[in-house]
């Protein structure tokens, strides 16, 4: 039957997202809510929230809000929904709306990591430094695994002057996800401690080859930079004021 069809492959894919394989785990998943008419809706909100994920996991925010949606068309995935948009509003650098959309998600669901990463994020910004710290590691305690999350807890704990748990964040973010913008990221900040300047730099253009909507990065990268650069250091300057 249908059901049973769909069960089987939320299962797979389960097990795919579970070995790291996200492109079979999406595959699975997009031939199993094609038959979405046909499932029960408690199955197609479990099968687009898993698709949401997978989405998001890739960066690929616009399909994760669309699969969210679609859950919650069919479900409750309000408070969900309400995370994402505020992601997105943050990563276009509207920070109010940001903040309102996390707060909308945490007053459906207080176990919202990402409103609290988002949430800490904006107040990290704001430089409400200790209630950052307080929001980001609710997200952490939420999910340990959120390498955004502890990138912008050292970010707000080097703003306090606590550099030795600042440092002990870094490390976290780089183990957890080196490869993404937060590892990156985090990369250039350790090796910054270090005046090791080039290298800093370097991560710092990885960071903003994978995401180049990010002001935060070519602010840093302008730390980086040879002051004899000019041109480069103009250009960053712009670009960042040109995304906030």
């Known amino acids: 039957t249908p059901e049973e069809t769909g069960k089987l492959r939320l299962a797979i894919a ?3 997202v579970a070995e790291d394989d996200l492109t079979y785990a999406q ?8 038959a979405a008419d046909e499932l029960p809706a408690e199955l197609a909100e479990t099968l687009y929230l898993l698709q949401s994920n997978i989405a ?15 859950a919650n068309d069919v479900g409750d995935q309000a408070a969900r929904l309400a995370s994402l948009m505020a992601w997105q509003h943050l990563r276009q650098n509207d920070l109010e709306a940001a903040l309102e959309e996390a707060e909308a998600a945490l007053a459906l669901d207080e176990a919202e990591a990402l409103a609290w990463r988002v949430k800490g994020s904006v ?5 409400f430094l200790q209630d950052a710290v307080d929001a980001l590691s609710v997200a952490i305690e939420l999910d340990p695994h959120d390498a955004e999350a502890f990138m912008m807890r050292a970010f707000a704990y080097q703003e306090l002057g606590l550099a030795d748990v600042a440092q002990a964040d870094l490390e ?9 913008v937060a590892g990156r990221w985090g990369t250039a900040m350790l090796h910054l401690r270090e005046n090791e300047w080039l ?16 002001p935060e990065l070519y602010f840093f990268r302008t730390i980086a930079t040879d002051s ?17």
């Open 56 to 70: 998001f996991a890739q960066n690929d925010l616009a399909a994760a809000i669309e699969a969210i949606e679609a």
């Open 14 to 16: 389960q097990t795919a």
């Open 199 to 214: 290298n800093a730099e370097a991560a710092l253009d990885e960071a903003i080859a994978l995401d180049d909507q990010r």
């Open 228 to 244: 004899s650069e000019l041109e480069q250091l103009s250009a960053d300057i712009s670009r960042a004021l040109s995304l906030l």
């Open 123 to 127: 107040l990290t910004w704001q430089f």
């Open 172 to 180: 976290t973010a780089v183990s957890i996800d080196p490869a993404s």
């Open 27 to 34: 595959e699975m998943v997009e031939t199993a809510v094609s």
